[in-house]
Nanobody
């Protein structure tokens, strides 16, 4: 199973940005997933979390009202939309998915997989 993020880059304060991660390598049942970020010199923190059951989501206080996490089960993607970006949003953003993966001749197997991350830089 591979997870690849995209959508990062250099933006200005106040801009909006959508990050996306695609998970590949089988047929998936999505359990839960999240977007995390790590700024230089700081610990990784949870930005947004999505549960499959009921589609409930949680957000860090620092992004509440500015972020929306969603997924497209047909495309096996999970996205994070962020608006009103601030310089303090600058970080490497990583996607994590917890899934059951199956395929031809494969029994369903639980996997928790991280992407390598995508850099988001917000200039003031």
């Amino acid at each position: 199973v591979q997870v690849v993020e995209s959508g990062g880059g250099l933006v200005q304060a106040g801009d909006s940005l959508t990050l996306s991660c695609k998970y590949t390598g089988g047929t998936f049942i999505f359990n839960h997933g999240g977007w995390y970020r790590q700024a230089p010199g700081k610990q990784r923190e949870l930005v947004a979390f999505l549960r499959n059951s009921g589609g409930d989501s949680d957000y860090a206080d620092s992004v509440k009202g500015r972020a929306t996490i969603s997924r497209d089960p047909r495309q096996n993607t999970m996205s994070l939309q962020m608006s009103s970006l601030k310089p303090e949003d600058t970080a490497v953003y990583s996607c994590n998915v917890d899934v059951l993966v199956s395929g031809p001749g494969r029994l369903p197997e639980p996997k928790n997989v991280w992407g390598r991350g995508t850099q988001v830089t917000v200039s003031s």
